[in-house]
């Protein structure tokens, strides 16, 4: 069955630094997203991107975050410069038109620790 | 404003006891409702949803959810714990972002299934 995949499964950095998270979403699939979840609370949303552009991102989105689809297979999350609160794991999801945008399937996630 | 409160950040039940995970839902909107379930060190599955139709929907695993728009509820139960139901499970509504499907999470129930 196919799935999304996401690498690496651990990343850490130090604070400042740039880094850029990857994932291979279902290959019919039209609508990504990103999702974060901080130790202990809840999975929250990002962004959302079709057509080549976001269609929506969140508060906690910021300048600090950009996504890009650079080929037709993988969709990246970069973190210009990294701070503590960043620390996280990060989902990547991917939907397709057959079953709508709801029907949302997960990678494994990132989990991204800054130092 | 869309949120999901699940009750019970932890529940332990026998194998081959009743399983029922607690989720209340605030939606401003006709609500889309989902679970997801994860097990250690994989992605976010769905389990099942909810959109239209059938207030009582079963999804894999032997789970099933009904939506109760009186209570604003949107419980899980699954007759028999088996030990593999051992995860986190996740209550999710739709956002309010457009059609692309922005999902609002619970913070997660973790199920325990003692032998």
């Known amino acids: 069955e196919p799935e999304v995949t996401q690498t690496p499964s651990h990343q850490v950095t130090q604070m400042g630094q740039e880094v850029i998270l990857r994932c291979v979403p279902i290959s019919n699939h039209l609508y990504f997203y990103w999702y974060r979840q901080i130790l202990g609370q809840k999975v929250e949303f990002l962004v959302s991107?079709?057509?080549?552009?976001?269609?929506?991102k969140s508060e906690i989105f910021d300048d600090q975050f950009s996504v890009e689809r650079p080929d037709g297979s993988n969709f990246t999350l970069k973190i210009r410069s990294t701070k503590l609160e960043d620390s996280a794991m990060y989902f990547c999801?991917?939907?397709?038109?057959?079953?709508?945008?709801?029907?949302?399937?997960f990678g494994p996630g990132t989990r991204l620790t800054v130092t | 404003a869309q949120s999901v409160t699940q009750l019970g950040s932890h529940v332990s039940v026998s194998e081959g006891a009743l399983v029922l995970l607690r989720c209340n839902y605030s939606?401003?909107?006709?609500?889309?409702l989902f679970w997801y379930v994860q097990y250690p060190n994989q992605g976010l599955q769905l389990l099942l949803k909810?959109?239209?139709?059938?207030?009582l929907v079963k999804g894999i695993n032997g789970f099933e959810a009904e939506f109760k728009k009186s209570e604003t509820s949107f419980h899980l139960t699954k007759p028999s714990a088996h030990m593999s139901d051992a995860a986190e499970y996740f209550c999710?509504?739709?956002?309010?972002?457009?059609?692309?499907?922005?999902?609002?999470f619970g913070k997660g129930t973790k199920l325990s299934v003692k032998p």
């Open positions: 909810y959109t239209t139709g059938a207030t």
């Open positions: 999801a991917s939907s397709g038109r057959d079953r709508g945008p709801y029907e949302q399937y």
């Open positions: 939606s401003s909107v006709p609500p889309y």
């Open positions: 991107f079709y057509n080549n552009e976001i269609s929506e």
């Open positions: 999710a509504v739709r956002g309010l972002g457009g059609s692309q499907g922005n999902l609002i």
